[in-house]
């Protein structure tokens, strides 16, 4: 993805919000565009999909948005367009001393960020990426860390429940027409890292290295008999110039009349020459009696490892339900349904890439500190409900296990306190002071910090990750979550709690906002 | 946004499906490709919300898609993806003969194309776009015509249902951070067609013509507090960098205490300077509640013609709730109702951006018709819902308009026919044989082709539109529907129906489609 300044000016630094820029001019003319802050990027609460909710989410985006940060500087064009914003009397809104600033130090060169890394668990109300520089240009940054980080956690955890559900099946990203314009691209990298194994997108599969998949569609089979032959002559076509990678779509006519038998023809022929036929694809009709039926024909006609792609509106719950019938229905059909389920693969579009029931993840980023008179001031923002009142200061996260080395609470502690340190830990409900939980050493194998340094004044300071690394960190810790909390309905609510001294300091902040309204 | 040969990878011809590719080389291979086919794109339901559903949709993305299309080719690096993809026993999936084809012919200067403009009025069931050309880059189309069109149309449905309820009142996209990566780009643009009537997006709004919007947000406020200042330090500021601009966020600690008092004092203060206060925005809380009694409080300081910004999770319903509770309240507070409802402003972002409650259109590209043995044979598919078979063939898509200038059906007929030409149209239901409507000439007063030719062999042969002429378009187009088909809840069905000859051409494709099955 890396093509230095070739972005078009809705894909470049301008890609914000026109607030950022009235406010940066702001502090440029008050002199405050270079006191340092400090923003936390958090989300408040777990997608709800209506009938299901998500218990845990998947951090994803970083990488694609500090490609873009380390990217992205002011053209010409650019400087050309604010230069022409007049407001309602004809003045400029942007002063040319003020663009003149912008040209020489808009870019992201300054910024230090800290972050969880992609591909890790989060829960809600914990920074997942800290990011502090001077104020007008951490400010400009936050539209494009938010649609990013946003985006690409709410698919990644939408993925990540689809996996989980499958268990072992493969998982087909299939989204592209039906995704949000070209998020779409974002969509397929975010569902491989959340659990997808592979995309049918083939630009961006190539890109990240994980080859595209898919065969053939309806239409294929349309053009052959529209042209006065079969489908068993286009299925006959696709296994002539595919032998080794034969899956067929068996829908578009009849599945178990026509498009079954006519696969399992071809099979056969395809047999007899050395090849091993792949299997079949259901896209309509209830897939759960219709695969336990095909799966039925194929085994009698000895096609008994071929897959089954499983395809049409598919998503966590729709799944669970498919699976849950062949457990119960296969049986009476003489087929095993653990079988079955071994051999299902599951395309999954719609459903998935538009994250459905819960369309955005509620990410914010908030102002928690200033660098004023020498010292780091916690800011805060009195809201109508405590839930919403951002945790202040400069923080670390840490992921404590229990003895079942599983992960039992975050913890938000001061960025100068070590849990490991302490001879008990009190876990702080963040809002209720009556609600707190205690833990001995005993009884945790481990505590481990979550935020890593990324940037360090724009300086990389961290490896880059492979998708295949922040894969596996998204296996180990979804693995390490109680059961309880990665059920697709009513999920156990993981603790994310603070430390005494970082709940005094809320305390501390919150009083003084009163005071100073 | 020209930009010849500048797309990467993830954005250019490979913006596509495996299957696409996979598919023309069967075609490839099977002398096929060349084959003229014609592929109809349309939706097949409107967008259901949930609580609430369109009872129409707007047309958007064309002409983003015929950017792309006349811009993107296959690079070396896409060459190279494709010769580099192997199959499971490690042969290469694409042979160099159609990779070399591929090169050579794989863009769109082939391509045919008529269409319903951008911005108008749109059903289900009817081809908005009707694609010919060779069939195997039809299919490598498929993709990227779906996504860009299905998306654009999801928006511009959504903000022109947001435009029907606010009536005159300004409309604000503010979604870019909750949006799906850069789909938001596209987005604020679907909206603008929609009826935004601006965007805070920079870059896209500049690109577009239309000046991006936006003051300040809650962390400005807070900058200044936590470096011991004051929310009214922060409202001075602000008015003194955007004396005739100024639109002040009243929230950040208390609404009706401190916020709105502080605005009327800034306000007080750039009036003595000769500016005209902008107004105020709100963006927590019961927002009827909290904008009539800030009206109230702006109108006895003499602010009468201030604005009164609206923003946190707006859509069409919740717009509504808060115009049906200003309308029963204010009067209680001695604020007039409509003039409170004139001088609101409606910042919409997630709800909007998402198309929240209906993530996507189901527009599907089918295979309609092959130029086979010197005659276009109607292709179609058996499905096992009459609702979901295509209507076959080549049409026209006729818009009738009754006496009251109203739309009152849209009828599909075989390209060769002309309804004006009729002495007694029958509007046929698409799948229902007993259901059918008699119009005479004496009760239309026009009938109107909606699709137009756009393409022809790759050359355009319709003007670009701009923003402004799509727009108004789409005002035509929704002021000449009736009410109820424009209702949140529950709207009136519009017809679209079908001509007798398409009727009957319908029903012998599907015999003819079963007898081949």
């Known amino acids: 993805m890396k093509q230095k300044n070739s972005y078009k000016t809705a894909e470049g630094i301008l890609f914000t919000d026109q607030y950022q820029l009235t406010m940066a001019q702001l502090y440029y003319r008050y002199g405050l565009y270079d006191n340092k802050v400090r923003f936390d990027y958090f989300f408040r609460d777990y997608p709800d999909y209506g009938q299901h909710k998500a ?23 650019d400087v050309e367009y604010l230069q022409n914003h007049k407001d309602r009397t004809g003045n400029a809104v942007f002063s040319e001393d003020f663009i003149k600033w912008l040209r020489e130090n808009g870019h992201f060169g300054t910024i230090s960020m800290q972050a969880i890394p992609e591909g890790r668990v989060v829960h809600p109300n914990e920074p997942l990426v800290v990011v502090s520089g001077p104020l007008a240009i951490c400010q400009i940054l936050e539209t494009a860390l938010l649609n990013e980080l946003n985006y690409q956690t709410l698919i990644a955890t ?13 998982v087909l990203e299939f989204g592209a027409r039906r995704g949000a314009e070209r998020g779409a691209i974002a969509a397929a990298r975010a569902a491989l890292i959340g659990g997808a194994d592979f995309s049918s997108n083939v630009g961006i599969s190539h890109e990240l290295g994980y080859p595209p998949k898919g065969t053939h569609a309806h239409s294929m089979v349309q053009v052959f008999i529209t042209m006065g032959m079969t489908e068993l002559d286009a299925f006959r076509a696709y296994a002539d110039v595919y032998p080794d990678e034969c899956l ?9 009349e026509s498009g079954v038998p ?12 050395g090849h091993k036929p792949m299997g079949i694809r259901l896209d309509s009709g209830d897939l ?6 095909a799966a039925k024909m194929l085994n009698d006609a000895g ?3 071929t897959v089954i792609v499983l395809s049409n509106e598919l998503d966590e719950l729709i799944i669970w339900q498919i699976l849950s019938q062949i457990k119960n229905e296969a049986p009476k059909f003489g087929v095993d349904a653990d079988d079955l389920i071994n051999r299902l693969v599951y395309g999954v579009g719609t459903r998935l890439i538009t994250s459905a029931g819960a369309g955005a ?7 928690v500190a200033v660098y004023h008179e020498k010292e780091w001031k ?28 599983k992960a039992t609470a975050d913890l938000l502690s001061l960025s100068n306190e070590d849990p490991q340190d302490m001879q008990q830990i009190i876990l702080r409900h963040p809002t209720d002071r009556l609600k707190y939980r205690k833990l001995t050493p005993e009884e945790m194998i481990k505590c481990e910090p979550l935020l890593i340094d990324i940037l360090k004044n724009g300086k990389r300071v961290a490896a880059t990750p492979t998708i295949e690394e922040i894969r596996a960190l998204r296996r180990g810790d979804v693995k390490a979550l109680d059961d309880g909390v990665k059920r697709l309905m009513n999920p156990h609510v993981y603790h994310v709690s603070l430390t005494e001294k970082l709940w005094a300091e809320k305390q501390k902040a919150i009083e003084s906002a009163k005071e100073n309204g």
């Open 288 to 293: 759960a009696w219709l695969a336990i039926q």
């Open 248 to 256: 067929l779509l068996v829908d578009t006519i009849n599945t178990l």
């Open 55 to 77: 218990g845990y989410c998947i951090h994803a985006g970083l990488e694609w948005l500090l490609n873009w940060m380390s990217n992205v500087r002011f053209t010409d064009k």
């Open 378 to 405: 916690s800011a805060i923002k009195i809201s109508e409900t405590d839930a919403k009142i951002p945790n202040p200061g400069t923080k670390q996260v840490w992921r404590i296990y229990d003895r079942r080395e």
């Open 303 to 305: 096609f008994r490892d």
């Open 262 to 273: 006519n696969a399992i023809k071809v099979f056969e022929e395809l047999s007899k020459k």
């Open 361 to 367: 993840l509620n990410g914010v980023y908030k102002l």
């Open 158 to 170: 939408k993925a990540s429940r689809i996996r989980e559900i499958v268990e072992n099946g493969l």
